[in-house]
């Protein structure tokens, strides 16, 4: 009974301060700083989503990818307003901070914590690359229900 107080006490003052994210998948109460959603349809990522609310300089993500000259491919992410935090993986949210998912043809391949990745090879075809920048918890962060991401196509031709 003191344990179910003391967390209904938390909550209370949380909500108080302007509220925290939803862990419920569903749309944040009124006062809610940031909300958690389901996932985007039709983005082939299967990770839930805060939206991130009444950011005047929300985080971005640029993304280029190189063809290396011996072999495969060079991608180099770029972030702005956010801060790429490994030693932070796997743990709570916070605000501009966490890492970033790497997809190519909506198929995670891993996360990213620094600015270069290198892909070692890719089948002949039109390849969709794509980063998403996620929170230290996983979840895709959005601005105005979009995924904070950015996409390249690379074409690979057959030798």
Same mark, same amino acid.
């Given at each position: 009974? +003191?344990?179910?107080?003391?967390?209904?006490?938390?909550?209370?003052? =949380?909500? =108080?301060?302007?509220?925290?994210?939803?862990?419920?998948?569903?749309?944040?109460?009124? $006062?809610?700083?940031?909300? !958690?959603?389901a #996932?985007?349809?039709?983005? $082939?990522?299967?990770?839930?989503?805060?939206?991130?609310?009444?950011?005047?300089?929300?985080?971005?993500? !640029?993304?280029?990818?190189?063809?290396? #000259?011996k072999?495969? @491919?060079?991608?180099?992410?770029?972030?702005?307003n956010?801060?790429?935090?490994?030693?932070?993986?796997?743990?709570?949210?916070? #605000?501009?901070?966490?890492?970033?998912?790497?997809?190519?043809?909506?198929? !995670?391949?891993?996360?990213?914590?620094?600015? @270069?990745?290198?892909?070692?090879?890719?089948?002949?075809?039109?390849? +969709?690359?794509?980063?998403?920048?996620?929170?230290?918890?996983?979840?895709?962060?959005?601005?105005?229900?979009?995924?904070?991401?950015a996409?390249?196509?690379?074409?690979?031709? =057959? !030798?």
């Amino acid at each position: 009974m +003191k344990a179910l107080i003391a967390l209904t006490c938390i909550l209370i003052v =949380a909500g =108080a301060f302007g509220g925290v994210p939803t862990r419920t998948g569903g749309v944040a109460e009124a $006062g809610d700083r940031h909300s !958690k959603a389901a #996932p985007q349809a039709g983005t $082939g990522m299967d990770h839930e989503v805060i939206e991130v609310e009444g950011d005047s300089t929300p985080s971005s993500v !640029k993304l280029t990818v190189h063809k290396d #000259p011996k072999a495969g @491919w060079n991608l180099q992410m770029q972030v702005e307003n956010f801060r790429l935090a490994p030693e932070h993986a796997s743990t709570t949210y916070v #605000p501009r901070e966490g890492h970033a998912h790497l997809y190519i043809d909506s198929k !995670k391949v891993t996360r990213l914590y620094g600015e @270069w990745y290198h892909i070692p090879m890719l089948p002949p075809g039109v390849h +969709k690359i794509t980063v998403t920048l996620n929170a230290n918890s996983h979840e895709d962060l959005a601005v105005k229900g979009k995924v904070v991401s950015a996409t390249q196509e690379v074409r690979v031709s =057959a !030798k």
